[in-house]
């Protein structure tokens, strides 16, 4: 086959792939037409059929009539005439060459479509068959008579639909539908559109976290743009590559989001470099947010975004409640009792008093917004329970549910602690049955609840409910107050 002639450059501009500087270029390409080998089968041979050569005989005619009027046969191929180096002669022996590739690849055709690999190896033939009518430059029209070529091809194998099958002949269809030798400039745009893609992911990305520096050298400096490995045609020896598509993109750069992410364990850090990471990571939630809000990011775009928003917000909840457990002050030396009811009495009293005097109430707040589950108010109990020789144990199943915390000492001094919130709707209820059968189903010897409440509203409730279930004074139900409108600042009180 022959090589590119010659090269016309329309634009080129350098575009930023990540770290990785590209020389994009807007081109054409001026290419002569080559001949093409035919191939050898036994299902059918061209040399011997009397109708493959009535058939080339006529598209010669045809062609050699058309071909008198070259290159001033239209507007475009007119345009030839102005480059210097477009030759005539370039297309001597042009008809008999179209010819012959109709009919050698009919032939490929008939004597591959029973083979197991059918698909690649007339795929093959045919691209190969396309491009050895070359191209012409931009402006200077479409490659000549491509179009007679796939036209009669498929006339032909139309016109022998006993011999061709079905499944094969829409296969072909379908291969040549897209036009050969395309070299309008604006055709390389979905390459500009899948590098803007993937530097919007870098943007988004949480690669400022120390945690994924490696992967941010290795993601900013690769350009991950094919989906497939590289192919060679076995015909011409021409190397190619698909492009992802801008949804094969987004899935992509899902795929990479969600591997990275799963990785990663920030529990792993130590203390000292907590305070950055809390830092970086709420930063990087704001970024997205504002981004998001004024960013037009197609529907599959948004999973990603979704997904890293998601795990920002899991690992600044876990740096919070972190923050909080750092804060308390300094534990007791030892447990301050020699029974699991006093001694989880004084470890919930050491948690409320942190939260409504010690500002620890703030862990459950997010500037204005409350996050909190029953998840947080376990984990912050959890916290409490340093230098014990009590058993403590969490989510202990017993055959009628779950109860939130046991604490043992033993096989007869047991305590089962469950926490709620003030918001649960089923709370009366709760305090009324609840408790009871999960003391006698633990064999427990003291039950204990404790409610949290974040706002007025929620206060006023538990103390609705306390009157009713006629609780109140009861020091086994503790209310913990966690509102932030009536904590005042000691510097505002007069």
């Known amino acids: 086959m022959n090589g590119y002639e010659t090269i016309h450059i329309k634009d080129a501009r350098m575009i930023r792939c990540g770290n990785q500087e590209i020389l994009y270029c807007n081109a054409s390409f001026y290419k002569r037409p080559y001949a093409i080998t035919p191939t050898e089968g036994e299902a059918h041979d061209f040399r011997q059929c009397t109708g493959c050569q009535a058939v080339r005989a006529r598209i010669v005619e045809l062609l050699t009539e058309r071909h008198k009027n070259f290159p001033n046969c239209c507007d475009f191929h007119?345009?030839?005439?102005?480059?210097?180096?477009?030759?005539?002669?370039?297309?001597?022996?042009?008809?008999?060459?179209?010819?012959?590739?109709?009919?050698?690849?009919?032939?490929?055709?008939?004597?591959?479509?029973?083979?197991?690999?059918?698909?690649?190896?007339?795929?093959?033939?045919?691209?190969?068959?396309?491009?050895?009518f070359g191209s012409f430059p931009y402006e200077c029209g479409p490659p000549l008579y491509y179009e007679t070529f796939r036209e009669d091809l498929i006339h032909i194998l139309e016109n022998n639909e006993t011999t061709v099958k079905k499944n094969v002949l829409a296969f072909v269809k379908q291969s040549l539908t897209e036009k050969a030798g395309d070299s309008n400039p604006e055709a390389g745009k979905p390459l500009e559109l899948l590098i803007?893609?993937?530097?919007?992911?870098l943007e988004v990305f949480p690669f400022e976290l120390p945690v994924f520096s490696k992967a941010k050298e290795y993601c900013q400096n690769v350009i991950p743009l094919f989906a497939k490995e590289v192919q060679v045609n076995k015909y011409s020896n021409?190397?190619?590559a698909t492009l992802y598509t801008e949804d094969m993109m987004a899935d992509f750069l899902l795929r990479m989001s969600n591997d990275l992410l799963s990785r990663v364990d920030l529990t792993q850090i130590n203390n000292d470099l907590a305070a950055l990471y809390v830092e970086q990571v709420v930063r990087k939630r704001y970024q997205i947010k504002n981004k998001k809000l004024f960013a037009s990011y197609s529907k599959k775009?948004?999973?990603?975004?979704?997904?890293?928003?998601?795990?920002?917000?899991i690992q600044q909840e876990f740096f919070n409640e972190l923050k909080a457990a750092n804060a308390l002050p300094a534990p007791p030396a030892g447990d301050k009792c020699d029974n699991s009811y006093s001694e989880s009495l004084a470890r919930i009293a050491y948690l409320k008093d942190v939260i409504e005097n010690k500002d620890g109430y703030k862990v459950f707040w997010e500037g204005d917004v409350l996050a909190v589950n029953e998840k947080?108010?376990?984990?912050?109990?959890d916290f409490t329970w340093y230098n014990t020789s009590f058993d403590k144990n969490r989510e202990v199943g017993n055959g009628r549910g779950f109860v939130d915390f046991t604490v043992s000492k033993g096989s007869v001094d047991k305590t089962v602690i469950e926490f709620k919130l003030a918001s649960n709707s089923k709370l009366k209820s709760n305090l009324q049955h609840q408790l009871h059968i999960y003391k006698t189903a633990n064999a427990a010897s003291h039950s204990i609840n404790v409610i949290f409440a974040f706002t007025k509203q929620e206060?006023?409730?538990?103390?609705?409910?306390?009157?009713?279930l006629k609780l109140a004074g009861n020091k086994d139900i503790i209310l913990i107050d966690c509102r932030k409108d009536n904590k005042t600042s000691a510097s505002k009180v007069r």
């Open 78 to 132: 007119s345009k030839l005439n102005t480059l210097p180096e477009f030759n005539p002669a370039h297309f001597e022996g042009i008809c008999e060459s179209v010819a012959d590739k109709i009919i050698y690849a009919y032939q490929h055709i008939l004597n591959h479509q029973n083979s197991d690999d059918w698909k690649k190896e007339i795929s093959d033939y045919l691209e190969y068959a396309k491009d050895s």
């Open 196 to 201: 803007k893609l993937y530097n919007r992911w």
């Open 238 to 240: 021409i190397a190619k």
């Open 301 to 313: 775009e948004v999973r990603y975004v979704d997904l890293i928003t998601k795990w920002l917000k």
């Open 376 to 381: 947080k108010v376990q984990t912050l109990f």
């Open 459 to 468: 206060v006023a409730k538990v103390e609705r409910i306390w009157g009713e």
